[in-house]
Each structure stands twice: as structure tokens, then as C-alpha cells.
């Protein structure tokens, strides 16, 4: 199994910042990417950010320039640092993982708990 243990979540006026952690750990085998989505209330859940082990980087075009997904693969962690949030930004984010664990030949795509952002006007 997998565990994705997200923080960094909280409470924060319009404009300001925060950055979100999420730490992968269990029987991984292979990570090929690691991720940030979202839900708010009453929506579904949508992609934010993505980063390949390559380093290749997808942002939703709501978040470019104002957000950057980085990851320290030695780790098994993926950051997202979001800047000039706005009132639209809160929701729960959520990391996702997509890869391989050990012993098991198929790719699969994991989700942590979730960590809510909250952003006030």
C-alpha cells in the first residue's frame, strides 16, 4: 500500500500565500507522477498541478504564474507554492500519485486525505 500525507493547508487572506506539502511512503516501486487536485464545494474535483519525475511540469490555466509544483524525488514529496491566492482558490487539495508499488505489475493512481484552503476577500 501507499500513504499520502498532505499539510500545509489553512487559512489565509486574499493575496497572500501557502505552501502545500505531501509525502509519499509505503511499498512504492516507481513514481512517474506526482500531482495536486482540487475540490470545492459542489464541484468536482479538477487538476492543479502535475509534475513528471523528469520534471516535466501542467498547471491549470487558474493557477498559472500564481502557483509552482516542485518535487524532491530522493523524498517521495511534491510541493505546491501557491501565491496571490484568491477567494476561487479555497477548496480541499488533495496530492495524487500515479506509479507503480512493489510486487504489483499495473500503474496505479493514489490520493492522500486532503487539506483545505481556505482564502478569505
Known amino acids: 500500500q501507499v500513504q499520502l500525507v498532505e499539510s500545509g493547508g489553512g487559512l489565509v487572506q486574499a493575496g497572500g500565500s501557502l505552501r502545500l506539502s505531501c509525502a509519499a511512503s509505503?511499498?512504492?516501486?516507481?513514481?512517474?507522477?506526482m500531482g495536486w487536485y482540487r475540490q470545492a464545494p459542489g464541484k468536482q474535483r479538477e487538476l492543479v498541478a502535475t509534475?513528471?519525475?523528469?520534471?516535466?511540469?501542467n498547471y491549470a490555466d487558474s493557477v498559472k504564474g500564481r502557483c509552482t509544483i516542485s518535487r524532491d524525488n530522493a523524498k517521495n514529496m511534491v510541493y505546491l507554492q501557491m501565491n496571490n491566492l484568491e477567494p476561487e482558490d479555497t477548496a480541499v487539495y488533495y496530492c495524487?500519485?500515479?506509479?507503480?508499488?512493489?510486487?504489483?505489475?499495473?500503474?496505479?493512481?493514489?490520493w492522500g486525505q486532503g487539506t483545505q484552503v481556505t482564502v478569505s476577500s
Open positions: 495524487n500519485l500515479v506509479g507503480k508499488l512493489t510486487y504489483q505489475p499495473d500503474t496505479g493512481s493514489y
Open positions: 509505503g511499498s512504492i516501486f516507481s513514481i512517474y507522477i
Open positions: 509534475a513528471s519525475r523528469a520534471g516535466t511540469t
